[in-house]
């Protein structure tokens, strides 16, 4: 069966309609977000990688880079958190999390969409990079069992290549293969209890995105070892 393709490009590549379609997407989320409790309820939540790893520690390195940003309005609180090969070139790994009061999972709109989201953060994170994916090879992978949090992860694909501007990967060559797979999935919010103690961070949805860039099979599995081990 053949795998559906997914488009490079979204919000990034469409001129003046991205504009309309962001604007729209606040609006969704801000509206939506403001009936319930606003922006002041939602919290940072950072996703890291445990110890428990087979790979980490010992043949990947990190946390780098740790990031804390907000998108429409605070509604959407998102920290970053690099991890990379401990051979300097082989690969890299950025886990995101973002927080909101909304299910991003349930926003399948043309306007906004987890896949849009995911295709966004990729682009973000490829041209920190300086690697340049190719257009027409992303693909929508079969989704993956995420075994510490009993979810199911979509997974995404593409196929990139190290530009000039490229500092992690530079050692490979300008020119060299990158493979670039994305994994992305939804923590259900909890309900809210407070006679056990819950309190509001319960309420949050929690969005998962595990950005690997690897120059072979063995560094994207030993990425997809550790995301295994991911924790909140």
């Known amino acids: 069966m053949e795998e559906p393709e997914l488009r490079v490009g979204g919000w990034e590549k469409q001129g003046g309609r991205k504009w309309v379609k962001r604007l729209f997407s606040l609006t969704v989320v801000v509206f939506l977000g403001t009936i319930l409790l606003g922006p002041n309820a939602v919290d940072y939540r950072p996703a ?4 428990d790893s087979l790979y980490f520690p010992t043949t990947w390195n990190g946390p780098f880079d740790i990031q804390y940003s907000k998108e429409f309005n605070g ?4 920290s970053s958190i690099s991890y990379e090969a401990s051979d300097s070139k082989s690969g890299k790994m950025a886990v995101i999390s973002i927080s909101s009061l909304i299910d991003l999972s349930n926003l399948n709109t043309k306007a906004i969409s987890t896949q849009s989201i995911v295709v966004e953060k990729v682009e973000s994170k490829a ?3 300086g690697v340049n994916l190719k257009s027409g090879t992303g ?4 989704t993956e069992f995420i075994e510490n949090h009993g979810v199911y992860a979509n997974v995404y694909q593409w196929d990139a290549n190290v530009t000039d501007s490229a500092n992690f990967f530079l050692g490979n060559g300008i020119g060299s293969e990158i493979l670039v797979k994305a994994y992305s999935w939804t923590i259900e919010k909890q309900s809210l ?3 056990n103690g819950s309190d509001l961070s319960q309420l949050q949805s929690q969005t998962i995105i595990c950005i690997v860039f690897g120059i072979d099979n063995n560094a994207i599995e030993q990425a997809t070892e550790m995301i295994g081990n991911i924790k909140i």
């Open 127 to 129: 041209m920190l990079e």
């Open 48 to 51: 890291y990688v445990s110890s």
């Open 139 to 142: 693909k929508i992978l079969n």
């Open 75 to 78: 509604h959407l609180k998102i």
């Open 193 to 195: 209890n407070f006679n």
